[in-house]
């Protein structure tokens, strides 16, 4: 049974159960990212309004391992799927998850402000990766009509990223921090209640894969067994921090995860390239990955501080007054999207026109890198007219660095997934999808860490170092690209 086999219906010339995976993935984009506009608002928010009273450091920090646990827990997410419940199931779960988690932080207690994004950590981890995965088996036969579904499939992430900071954001800022944190939990239910509705026009796409008793029996103890070592060593830390024997910072946290992913990244790289038997072509192609893999890390360590250094930015030396009427902090994580959305097919047309003449991976990697640092470089010019920080500008200044944002966002951010699969090893190109996600990971990690600078040095400082740090990385791409990388990607793709 297929998809288009069901009923026989089409959704706009698509299998019909893209629209079920269409709406359940917009209402939790735009749980997420309505969560996400306001989380280092409130966190940062004095406790007289409502807010925890974190400084800069301490919030940036939650902030980048939230989001960096978001895509680090991705990984184990699609092993459950594929080893114990399906895809179908994982995505179901994993809402269910989600809307706990933020149905949790309705609650005003800085214990279930925790505890809710922890859920929220998890459910993700289950729901984002599978769903995607459910999308690619509605086409079997691949090719042009299942690039045309994702990027139908890509519409609904960005209609739930522009609408989320719209009406959470409104809602946290303006009536009660919390009643925006349960809207967006709204959002993941009326989700769910709309998967189960259509469910039935997926057919039997991502359904548990059949497998043997045994198979099955050794991933279920393997998941047990991880399960019992997680809580233990939760539980040895709790017991530490409270006997007083380690007391870490939530920066200190922060700084540990992000060595440990380099570490890890590394470590897996080198291993590859010494006892991997790779042939020579297939050393190049990994050795493409390993520098595309430090890109993807520093653009998205810039990009994403849109919620830390941008969002604080937004809120404190912003002018977001229109005819008497302040706009709330949040609309502005909206305009990213809106920007996608008309943007996305002009660079579509435009890669195409290119034909044979298109940009090689690495080269559109270099010049994502140095769009997004123009764009840090409009901020840097913003901050000249704050007089020391104190002054308000205007909301161009951020909306211009958002279209140069969404520009490099275009050129890089499609690439990357794409150039995993074609430029890995056959045999390894399960694991690279994890180490890339591990990129992206340490990338919002980072932001998160770098965002928490606002306030202990000045934005034209802190803007200028991320501005300066992705052109000088989009450079060294460029000149790495003309003098070698173009010909090993070449050669790894003829492979």
Not at 151 to 163: C, R, T, W
Not at 183 to 206: D, F, N, P, R, W
Not at 258 to 286: D, N
Not at 376 to 404: E, N, P
């Amino acid at each position: 049974m297929n998809a288009t086999s069901v009923g026989g219906k089409q959704w706009f010339g698509h299998p019909r159960g893209l629209s079920t995976l269409f709406f359940t993935e917009m209402w939790e984009r735009f749980s997420f990212y309505g969560l996400r506009a306001l989380l280092i608002l409130f966190m940062t928010a004095a406790v007289s309004t409502g807010g925890l009273g974190f400084s800069e450091g301490k919030a940036g920090s939650i902030l980048g391992l939230y989001t960096a646990g978001v895509y680090l827990l991705a990984l184990p997410g699609g092993w459950i799927a594929d080893r114990l419940i399906g895809q179908r199931q994982a995505v179901f779960i994993g809402g269910i998850i989600i809307a706990a988690g933020h149905f949790t932080m309705a609650v005003p207690r800085e214990l279930t402000f925790y505890l809710g994004l922890l859920l929220i950590v998890i459910g993700t981890g289950l729901l984002k990766p599978n769903i995607s995965t459910i999308v690619g088996e509605l086409y079997p036969e691949g090719g042009a009509r299942r690039d045309a579904g994702f990027s139908v499939f890509y519409m609904g992430i960005n209609l739930g990223a522009l609408f989320g900071p719209l009406l959470c954001g409104w809602l946290g800022q303006n009536v009660n921090w919390h009643y925006g944190f349960g809207l967006a939990g709204i959002g993941m239910v009326l989700g769910l209640i709309q998967y189960k509705l259509t469910e039935h026009h997926l057919g039997s796409y991502g359904l548990l894969k059949a497998e043997s008793a045994v198979t099955r029996a050794k991933s279920s103890k393997l998941f047990t067994y991880a399960i019992v070592v997680i809580l233990a060593l939760i539980l040895t830390l709790y017991l530490l921090v409270q006997r007083g024997v380690l007391s870490p910072t939530s920066e200190q946290i922060a700084k540990a995860v992000g060595f440990t992913i380099v570490g890890i990244a590394a470590l897996y790289f080198l291993y590859q390239f010494i006892f991997g038997k790779l042939t020579p072509v297939e050393t190049k192609g990994l050795a493409m990955i390993a520098v595309l893999f430090v890109a993807s890390a520093v653009f998205w360590s810039g990009f994403e501080q849109a919620s830390s250094s941008m969002n604080l930015f937004a809120d404190r030396l912003t002018d977001r007054t229109i005819g008497g009427w302040k706009v709330p902090t949040t609309w502005l994580q909206s305009v990213n999207p809106v920007f996608i959305i008309l943007l996305a097919p002009v660079f579509a047309m435009l890669w195409q026109r290119l034909g044979k003449r298109d940009l090689s991976m690495p080269a559109k990697f270099a010049m994502g890198l140095i769009i997004l640092g123009l764009g840090f470089g409009v901020m840097v010019w913003a901050s000249t007219y704050t007089a020391g920080d104190t002054k308000l500008v205007g909301m161009g200044w951020l909306i211009a660095t958002y279209f140069f944002h969404t520009c490099g966002e275009l050129c890089l951010s499609p690439v990357g997934l794409s150039s995993v699969t074609k430029l890995a090893p056959e045999r390894l190109v399960g694991q690279m999808m994890g180490i890339w996600f591990m990129a992206t990971s340490l990338g919002n990690l980072i932001a998160g860490i770098a965002g928490g600078s606002f306030g202990s040095m000045s934005t034209q400082q802190l803007f200028g170092r991320v501005s300066m740090s992705a052109i000088v990385a989009g450079m060294i791409l460029a000149v790495l690209t003309v003098l070698i990388l173009r010909r090993w990607t070449n050669e790894a793709l003829a492979k």
